[in-house]
Nanobody, 124 residues
């Protein structure tokens, strides 16, 4: 999938929205499942959302379901994570990953490559 680069993070207030982007530089973007994970300070990396290249099936962590939406634009080799109604608990560094697989996409070890991440900080 080449290089992955996330963007769109920032400092916002609780209740605000942000849209993260993850752009891939390699080819065959449309054959990769794209996932978003996050890692807070002193916490383990956790699954947030994923979108399969097969039928664009989406997956969400319970903590973000109904607030976050993942999408992809294959022409732009970009995955998006729309985050609404942000909460202080959403504060973390957000990483995107690319995976050949279309199952078990909530597992970190399924992903073949990662971007450097983008910081999201939500203040009360």
């Amino acid at each position: 999938q080449g290089e992955l680069v996330e963007s769109g993070g920032g400092l916002v207030q609780a209740g605000d929205s942000l849209r993260l982007s993850c752009t891939a530089s390699g080819r065959l973007f449309n054959r990769y499942t794209m996932g978003w994970f996050r890692q807070g300070v002193a916490k383990e990396r956790e699954f947030v959302a994923a979108i399969s290249w097969l039928n664009d099936t989406t997956y969400y962590a319970d903590s973000v379901k109904g607030r976050f939406a993942i999408s992809r634009d294959n022409d732009k080799s970009t995955s998006f994570l729309q985050m609404n109604k942000l909460q202080v608990e959403d504060t973390a560094r957000y990483y995107c990953g690319a995976a050949w697989k279309t199952d078990a996409v909530t597992r970190e070890d399924v992903y073949n490559g990662w971007g450097p991440g983008t910081q999201v900080t939500v203040s009360a």
